[in-house]
DNA sequence: GCCAACGTTGGC
DNA sequence: GCCAACGTTGGC
């Protein structure tokens, strides 16, 4: 199994509303980088759901529960969705600052290339993060 | 509100 | 194919 992060603003789309919905189409991603992740994505994959801007935390973990198809909102064929569901909600919500000032974690791609908005992360990371959110 | 990072566009 | 200009993201 692999582990993803992806990204939303959580005035635009929160992970409230995906509890709540308890599924969401991952759609609009413009960015050919994140879309090759998108891609890479199987079913049953983890994926860490970060607040940007408002929050700068994130909140949980949701898992892919359809790979990769036509993104819905266009007609253009480089561009694809996948199907999220929430898997569990952070007792703790890791804030970026603790992920900066993390050693194990200060080297995320999340903090790296902070510009993207679907990205991998390493299995020592989600084991760290696991760590800290049931402290 | 500002600005760094970085991706995209378009002229040459 | 290079690079300047420009737009967007996201942290501060």
């Not at 980088?33 to 998108?38: M, P």
């Not at 949980?60 to 007609?75: L, M, N, R």
């Not at 995320?108 to 679907?118: A, P």
Request: glycine share 2%.
């Amino acid at each position: 199994m692999n582990f993803w992060l992806v990204k939303s603003e959580p005035s635009t789309y929160s992970w409230d509303q995906l509890l709540k919905e308890k599924k969401v189409i991952w759609d609009g991603v413009r960015n050919y980088t994140a879309r090759n992740n998108l891609r890479l994505m199987k079913k049953g994959d983890n994926v860490l759901f970060y607040h940007s801007n408002t929050g700068m935390c994130i909140t949980g973990i949701a898992t892919v529960s359809k790979e990769y198809f036509q993104d819905p909102t266009t007609q253009d064929k480089n561009w694809v969705a996948v199907e999220l569901s929430p898997l569990s909600t952070f007792k703790n919500q890791i804030d970026l600052k603790e992920i900066k000032s993390n050693p194990i974690l200060k080297n995320m791609l999340l903090v790296k290339q902070s510009r993207l908005s679907v990205m991998p992360v390493k299995k020592e990371e989600i084991a760290e993060i696991i760590r800290l959110s049931e402290k």
